[in-house]
């Protein structure tokens, strides 16, 4: 088999080899040459020690990365490529990283630490390919497989429980049944790792083709992370605009939405305040405010999983107005606006139809003519510039001062302006907006 390794790697790995030593590109470079992806990196496994890369690259940029564990990094051109001794690991204390790693000079002792066979394969142009642990059968069986003993490999280092999880989504594998049983087995583990560790995994999993197979196969797994998502799954829902559970329409949902970060997470929260909502009155269920209690739950989680304050107020937005466009016109719709702004309008639409995707086949017929008149009006407003805003107002917080308002008057002055405009009362002109204010009750207080 032949790798098309990058010239700098090959660059990497000839020096090496002239100097004596061993070295292959390694991992998931591996993995995404013989799958035909592009890789996102390119790392190096060599017998050389730290000190000796540095010696054989002396006259180049390298950076100390991680000494103690064998790592340097190596700058091509702006580009970093890790290189990183052959080394064996002591024990995981902390179930993150190794309390002391032992270097030695076979490839094999390598690769046996790492944690799925898929990313235990290395190469170079002169031996080839070097797979010990059948990585190259998994990916043509498409399986996720640990390297050695599951339980092993989860103990060292839980979050590999939510990589396996990962890759079987970004990929759409299975995961093999002793990886798999040992996953369940072990998945309080998580619990001992960071939250932002957590996070990386867990968007990179939402993202998937697979998510959704992968977390109902994996849901105990998912609520240790998670566990307000524990009363959602079984729940149902005795509503005619559902055939699901509230666990199974989230998962639907999430497998209708695009595989963006921000619309895969709130599909993954958007109902996620339902069981607390739940009444059951006349032979129907309903949810009454569930949209506001989902809200409260994600910012809880999202926060919980230290995302950025960006993806939170997004999410969260998002969460809260998930229901919005099924019950409001053209001037509710430019409220909204005020209240979300355009770009996520238009990411609502996206969270509507998924959501719309996980409801009773039979009633989506009607919430996809709203959902196309919701899109005309967003089309409409932002071809013709309407005005859906205070900044976007005709007059501004100098003409308030100029009627003798001050303070929170001339905020509530502006939105009893903005509201005018959007109910048709006047238009967004300049005199005809200061006449209608002088002429409010808001005035002659």
């Known amino acids: 088999m032949k790798i098309n390794m990058p010239e700098p790697v090959k660059q990497i790995i000839s020096r090496l080899s002239a100097s004596g030593y061993e070295a292959y590109a390694v991992g998931g470079c591996i993995r995404d040459s013989i799958t035909g992806a592009v890789p996102n990196d390119w790392d190096i496994c060599t017998s050389a020690l730290p000190e000796q890369v540095e010696a054989v690259f002396s006259d180049m940029h390298i950076i100390e990365t991680g000494l103690q564990h064998g790592t340097v990094t190596l700058m091509i051109n702006h580009v970093g490529y890790e290189i990183t001794t052959y080394r064996t690991e002591g024990t995981y204390s902390d179930r993150r990283k190794p309390d002391y790693v032992s270097f030695v000079t076979d490839l ?12 235990a394969m290395a190469y170079n142009d002169e031996n080839g390919l070097r797979d010990y642990f059948g990585g190259t059968e998994d990916l043509k069986a498409r399986i996720i497989r640990c390297v050695g003993t599951a339980d ?14 990962r890759f079987a989504a970004a990929f759409d594998f299975e995961i093999e049944e002793k990886t798999a049983l040992a996953m369940h087995r072990n998945r309080e583990l998580l619990s001992y790792v960071s939250m932002e560790r957590i996070a990386v995994e867990l968007l990179k999993l939402l993202k998937g083709s697979g998510a959704a197979r992968i977390l109902r196969e994996f849901s105990d797994i998912l609520a240790v992370v998670i566990p307000e998502i524990t009363p959602c799954i079984g729940f149902e829902q005795h509503s005619k605009w559902h055939c699901y559970d509230v666990w199974e329409h989230t998962l639907h949902a999430i497998d209708a ?13 958007h109902d996620i305040g339902k069981p607390e909502c739940y009444t059951y009155t006349d032979g129907e269920g309903h949810f009454y405010d569930h949209a506001n209690a989902s809200e409260r739950i994600a910012k809880t989680v ?24 099924g019950q409001i016109g053209e001037k509710g719709i430019k409220r909204l606006l005020n209240r979300i702004g355009m770009k996520n309008a238009r990411r609502l639409l996206m969270v509507t139809y998924a959501d719309m995707c996980g409801q009773a086949p039979e009633k989506r017929m009607l919430k996809e003519e709203k959902l196309e008149y919701v899109r005309t009006v967003l089309d409409k407003i932002e071809e013709n510039n309407e005005c859906v805003n205070v900044k976007s107002l005709a007059v501004n917080g100098r003409d308030m001062i100029s009627l003798g308002l001050k303070g929170r008057e001339i905020g509530d002055a502006l939105n009893l302006a903005l509201n005018a405009v959007i109910d048709e009362k006047v238009k967004n002109e300049k005199t005809a907006l200061m006449e209608y204010l002088t002429n409010t009750e808001l005035r002659k207080h």
């Open 257 to 269: 939405a695009e595989p963006g970060e921000l619309i895969r997470l709130t599909m993954l929260l």
């Open 108 to 119: 094999r002792e390598d690769v046996n630490r790492r944690d799925f066979t898929i990313n």
């Open 302 to 325: 999202l926060k919980r999983l230290k995302l950025s304050n960006e993806i939170i107020g997004t999410v969260c937005a998002l969460v809260k107005h998930h229901d919005a466009y």
């Open 152 to 165: 092993e490999r989860f103990n060292e280092d839980a979050l590999r429980i939510l990589r396996a999880m």
